[in-house]
């Protein structure tokens, strides 16, 4: 049987976005940009702005980045894209666009009305502060996310919270740690 390359709008919306991100990683964010515009399907145009966005905040450019991340209708990856721009204006030394654009995103991802997505994003801006030397604020996200991600929890934590703040802190700083070392 042969193997015949995918045809249809989701497979070019794919290629696209591959073409997209390839021409962002080569540097050509001007060609990056048009080639994601041009996907019509809004969710993989959305991923496909976001890895732009991404890149652009890599090689230095936080303006486009964060014009690109602000076009991008999307929440889950809008939230994604300006995770990126924190992370990349923390370690740039701009810790005020940092704070900003990382309190942006995490506003975002509360507005995320699936809950699997949502403590995706929410576990992915943790990660981000983690990454950014922000072990309070990843603290925080993760909390939110494992929220989301199991309500019973949330009982849970509240009432362990007020008798052993420290030992809550601490398992924060177990999964910051952990995921500084790769383990």
């Not at 994601?36 to 496909?48: H, V």
């Not at 230095?60 to 990856?77: H, M, Q, V």
Request: aromatic share 6%.
């Amino acid at each position: 049987m042969a193997n015949w390359p995918a045809t249809g709008p989701y497979a070019q919306a794919q290629a696209l976005a591959e073409l997209a991100s390839a021409a962002a990683q080569a540097g050509d964010p001007d060609r990056a940009e048009a080639l994601a515009r041009t996907i019509t399907d809004p969710y993989a145009q959305a991923g496909a702005l976001a890895r732009v966005a991404s890149a652009a905040a890599q090689a230095g450019d936080p303006d486009r980045a964060e014009a690109l991340a602000r076009t991008i209708t999307n929440p889950s990856y809008q939230a994604q894209a300006l995770a990126s721009l924190a992370s990349a204006a923390a370690q740039a030394g701009d810790p005020d666009r940092a704070y900003r654009v990382a309190t942006e995103a995490e506003a975002l991802a509360r507005t995320i009305t699936n809950p699997d997505h949502q403590a995706q994003a929410l576990a992915e801006l943790a990660s981000r502060a983690a990454q950014a030397d922000d072990p309070d604020r990843a603290r925080h996200l993760l909390a939110l996310a494992l929220n989301v991600e199991s309500p019973e929890i949330r009982s849970w934590i509240e009432g362990v919270s007020h008798f052993f703040p420290s030992a809550i802190r601490a398992a924060g700083d177990v999964f910051i740690t952990a995921y500084k070392t790769g383990g």
